[in-house]
């Protein structure tokens, strides 16, 4: 018997899913040993916050760009910039983590007060709206790749891609926010 992803969108999405965020909590939790990782020289480390806020500027512009492109109607270049934006999101996935599992989280270096009262919320709900997205992200993705744009109508493609680029898009808005607050601001 042949097993198709398109026939099980919803089983492919929940196993991409928790195998995504098992990586992720596995980085920040310390549980994935920074040994089967090459060691990259210090400026590598140091540059990956700014390669990933040009990356996270660079999706926010790809997600409006998407949204706008399907809205008035041409499929073609929505996907190419929603694909796109996959590939950033990626890219900036696997820089983040590297760094984490290689030398651990940032600290927040401003007054304890703007780290209660300012990061900590931000950085909370970044995280929150990130692993949110996630399973919506592969979701919509798979519904796309599954199928012929024909079809993609009569899926829940567009209702769930709604909610999945806005909350992907203010999630990078916030990580943004984020790298400002570490390595601009303080």
């Known amino acids: 018997m042949e097993l198709r992803v398109r026939d099980h969108v919803p089983a492919t999405t929940a196993i991409l899913t928790l195998v995504s965020l098992g990586l992720v909590f596995g980085a920040a939790l310390g549980a994935i040993p ?43 270049r929505h996907r190419t910039l929603m694909l796109t ?12 983590l590297y760094k ?8 927040f270096p401003g007054p304890a007060v703007v780290d209660q009262w300012v990061y900590l919320p931000t950085l909370a709900i970044h995280i929150l709206l990130a692993i949110v997205c996630i399973p919506l992200l592969y979701y919509v993705l798979l519904l796309a790749l599954t199928r012929p744009v024909s079809q993609i109508y009569g899926t829940r493609h567009k209702q769930i891609g709604r909610v999945a680029a806005a909350l992907w898009l203010i999630s990078f808005v916030l990580g943004n ?8 601001v303080y």
Do not use: K
């Open 100 to 107: 984490v599992i290689s030398q651990g989280t940032q600290e």
């Open 34 to 76: 920074d040994v089967l990782l090459p060691t990259a020289p210090q400026p590598l480390y140091d540059a990956i916050p700014h390669v990933n806020a040009v990356i996270s500027t660079v999706a926010i512009g790809t997600i409006i760009a998407g949204v706008r492109a399907i809205r008035r109607g041409d499929v073609d």
């Open 177 to 184: 926010v984020v790298y400002l607050l570490l390595y601009v």
């Open 85 to 96: 934006t996959v590939v950033l999101f990626a890219t900036f996935l696997v820089l983040y």
